[in-house]
């Protein structure tokens, strides 16, 4: 799978747009690109995922780059109970997939009032 | 209804002891994952299991011993106890039908502490 890029930290203001960068340049073709969270003392969250088209759910939007090399997570109205870490992992469709996910480091958000 | 759940959600334990986590699921999902988030925070893979067949086995100690009587539950065996397994073990779920997986759902986390 391939290797993703994520700021440490970002902050943003209650209800103002957060937008979290992910850079994944080695990401190849069968590989759909996807966003967790983890609020404090809480497992991980699913958010969103998408391949190459820009998604939106009820969460967030993902807006992919045309080359697939970086995408950006937006939160519309972020919320103090938006503030966590964000994960962008990048994982294989197909038969191959087992599933597995791996984590980086990933970024912590601070939506402040 | 809870979709994850672990039991217990606290383990405080003495170096040496053999301890089991159990995490159940019903969700009606085919796989089942363990997870450990140590105290940096780094999140790895462990195990998971698809419709009880062990598929992912990661460079675990053989001190940790996954078992998988049904579908719907993963439990974590782990021997002899040493201090660097303090950490909170998550246990996921998520169906891999089909080729997609698309969401793992993840139980509340079980904080394993090793004195």
């Known amino acids: 799978d391939a290797k993703t890029t994520q700021p440490p930290s970002m902050d943003c203001a209650e209800g103002r747009a957060a937008n979290l960068p992910c850079n994944h340049s080695?990401?190849?073709?069968?590989?759909?690109v996807y966003w967790y969270r983890q609020i404090h003392s809480q497992g991980p969250q699913y958010i969103i995922h998408?391949?190459?088209n820009n998604e939106t759910n009820e969460m967030a939007s993902l807006i992919i780059t045309e080359d697939r090399k970086s995408s950006t997570l937006i939160l519309p109205h972020a919320t103090l109970r938006d503030t966590a870490v964000y994960y962008c992992?990048?994982?294989?469709?197909?038969?191959?997939?087992?599933?597995?996910?791996?984590f980086g480091q990933g970024t912590t958000l601070q939506v402040k009032p | 209804d809870t979709a994850v759940s672990q039991t217990p959600k606290y383990l405080v334990t003495q170096m040496g002891n053999d301890k089991s986590i159990k995490c159940e699921q019903n969700?009606?999902?085919?796989?089942m994952y363990w997870y450990k988030q140590d105290s940096k925070k780094f999140l790895k893979i462990m195990f998971s299991?698809?419709?009880?067949?062990?598929?992912i086995n990661e460079t675990v100690p053989n001190r940790f011993s996954p078992k998988s009587p049904d579908k719907a539950h993963l439990n974590l065996h782990i021997n002899s106890l040493e201090l660097g397994d303090s950490a909170v073990y998550f246990c996921?779920?998520?169906?891999?039908?089909?080729?997609?997986?698309?969401?793992?759902?993840f139980g509340p986390g079980t904080r394993l502490t090793v004195l």
């Open positions: 299991y698809n419709n009880k067949e062990l598929i």
């Open positions: 080695t990401i190849s073709g069968n590989e759909y």
């Open positions: 996921a779920s998520s169906s891999l039908a089909g080729g997609q997986g698309h969401e793992q759902f």
């Open positions: 992992i990048v994982r294989v469709h197909g038969s191959s997939n087992t599933g597995k996910l791996i």
């Open positions: 969700l009606g999902h085919d796989t």
């Open positions: 998408g391949l190459k």
